[in-house]
Structure formats: C-alpha cells, structure tokens
C-alpha cells in the first residue's frame, strides 16, 4: 500500500530534550516536505526536500534540521525543543513538480513542556 | 508576497443542504490550485486540483471548484452535503516553478441534522 509513515504518533518531552520524528514514503517520490498545523494558521512548511541531500528552508525553519540521505526517509529533528513548537506535525511527499498531489502522513501530535 | 486567504473559518450546514467554500489566492500568476479535506484525527486528502483549462474542476466524493480568475477565487462546492463532509478544508496554492506549497488558515465544516 502506498503511504507516507510518521513515527511518533504522540509525543510528550521537555524543553530541551533532542528529539526526532521519522518520516517515511515507499512511492519512490523525490519532494518531501514537513508542515506544523496550529489552530487559526493552517499548515505551515517548516522544511522541503527536492532529492536526495537537497533540502531547503520553508516559512517556519527556526528550531528545526532535517536531512535526506535516502530518497524515502526525511526526518525532522528538533536538537532543544522549546513549548511553542508544541503542534502537529505533518510529513508529506509527491513527485516532482509543483502541480503534484502531496501524499499526507497521519501526524504526530508533539507537546513540549 | 504569495498568499491564500480563506475567510470562513467555521461554517455550518444542515444535511443535504449545498455548500461553498471561498478561497482567495494572492500570487503574481496564476498558481497551481488545491483543495484538501482533514477528517477528525486524520492526515490530509486531496480532493481536486486546477492547473489550466476548463474553470470548472470536479473532484472526489462529490466536490467541484470553480476558478475565477478576475476574482482570484477557487471556490468549493458541493450541491448537497452528507453528515461524512464535516471536516476542515484547506485552500492551497503553489507558483509555477516554486516548489513551497502555501495553504489557507483552513475552514472548519458541521453539518446538523
């Protein structure tokens, strides 16, 4: 089946506590993207990759990297979390191209404390 | 700068009844177009997409779109609601040859009985 996983699910940390949430895709798709949704903003682009070891910054970068050595996984690694990236977090992929469907994981709900 | 607005953040419709959902876009050029829905506790679907051509786009589980573009609207439709449409919709825009997806702030559907 295809399908873009995120691992956690649900996340509960402290502020400062390094962590990372996986993100993978099995359609062989060469865009990857991570969004954060929070109430009354939408979804915002925290991050995107084009390919392999190409990644480039979105609307929201700051307390984030991410990295793409493979072409299906693309974490997104907070190295010290703080309480306003608690959100939900949302990994997406497609082909390349801006007028492709982007194929939406199922969220991880992070809250820092 | 690139933007899309949805100005609706809550709507509320009685089952079988029509519905539209109003989408502005802000871009130098037309952009590809989007509308997504989110089902409580779920990731993202698209439901239909517009590039170029017929104005007027159907999409899945019985939505269309119409394109205006004098109004740089993309307004969603559905001529009679069911109780399985309450969900929030998202307006999403993204510029030829730009690879960031931008979305709205989203419009959250109930349907009453």
């Known amino acids: 089946e295809a399908q873009v996983t995120q691992n956690p699910r649900y996340l509960i940390t402290v502020t400062g506590k390094k962590l990372t949430v996986t993100c993978s895709q099995n359609?062989?798709?060469?865009?990857m993207s991570w969004y954060r949704q929070d109430p009354g903003l939408g979804l915002r682009q925290i991050y995107y990759s084009m390919n392999v070891e190409v990644t480039d910054k979105g609307d929201v970068p700051e307390g984030y990297k991410v990295s793409r050595k493979e072409k299906r996984n693309f974490p997104l690694i907070l190295e010290s979390p703080s309480p306003n990236q608690t959100s939900l977090y949302f990994c997406?992929?497609?082909?390349?191209?801006?007028?492709?469907?982007?194929?939406f994981g199922p969220g991880t709900r992070l809250t820092v404390l | 700068a690139q933007s899309v607005t949805q100005p609706d953040i809550h709507i509320t419709v009685s089952e079988g009844a029509s519905l539209e959902l109003r989408c502005n876009y802000s871009y130098g050029a037309t952009p590809y177009l989007f509308w997504y829905v989110q089902s409580p506790g779920q990731g993202l679907q698209l439901l239909l997409k517009?590039?170029?051509?017929?104005?007027l786009v159907q999409g899945i589980k019985g939505f269309e779109a119409e394109f205006k573009r004098s109004q740089s609207s993309f307004n969603l439709r559905k001529p009679s609601v069911h109780w399985s449409d309450a969900a929030e919709y998202f307006c999403a825009a993204r510029g030829f040859g730009n690879e960031k997806l931008t979305f709205g702030t989203g419009t959250r559907l109930t349907i009453i009985p």
């Open positions: 517009y590039f170029s051509g017929d104005t």
């Open positions: 359609m062989n798709h060469e865009y």
């Open positions: 997406a992929s497609s082909w390349g191209g801006p007028g492709n469907e982007q194929f």
